[in-house]
């Protein structure tokens, strides 16, 4: 190997099409579009949060942090 390698083969002898098939990995990895964050609007229809239930607090008193955790 050259002293400018950037792959070093730790075990193994990988033949020249494993090589060619590792490095076309590499490079379709390093030049494939970042991923961003949806753009996708969705309709507040199919929003999930609206189908909970709204969770009641304990009333006050001297218990109320035994309840707290129950739902």
Same mark, same amino acid.
């Given at each position: 190997?050259?002293?400018? #390698?950037? *792959?070093?083969?730790?075990?193994?002898?990988?033949?020249?099409?494993?090589?060619? #098939? +590792?490095?076309?990995? *590499?490079?379709? #990895? #390093?030049?494939?579009?970042?991923?961003?964050?949806?753009?996708?609007?969705? !309709?507040? /229809?199919?929003? $999930?949060? $609206?189908? *909970? $239930?709204?969770?009641?607090?304990?009333?006050?008193?001297?218990? !109320? /942090?035994?309840?707290? +955790? $129950?739902?």
């Amino acid at each position: 190997m050259s002293e400018d #390698a950037q *792959l070093q083969v730790v075990r193994g002898a990988p033949d020249d099409v494993e090589l060619a #098939a +590792l490095v076309a990995g *590499l490079m379709a #990895a #390093a030049t494939s579009a970042p991923a961003g964050p949806s753009t996708s609007s969705s !309709s507040a /229809w199919s929003d $999930r949060r $609206r189908q *909970l $239930r709204p969770v009641a607090s304990p009333p006050p008193g001297p218990d !109320s /942090w035994r309840w707290s +955790l $129950r739902g």
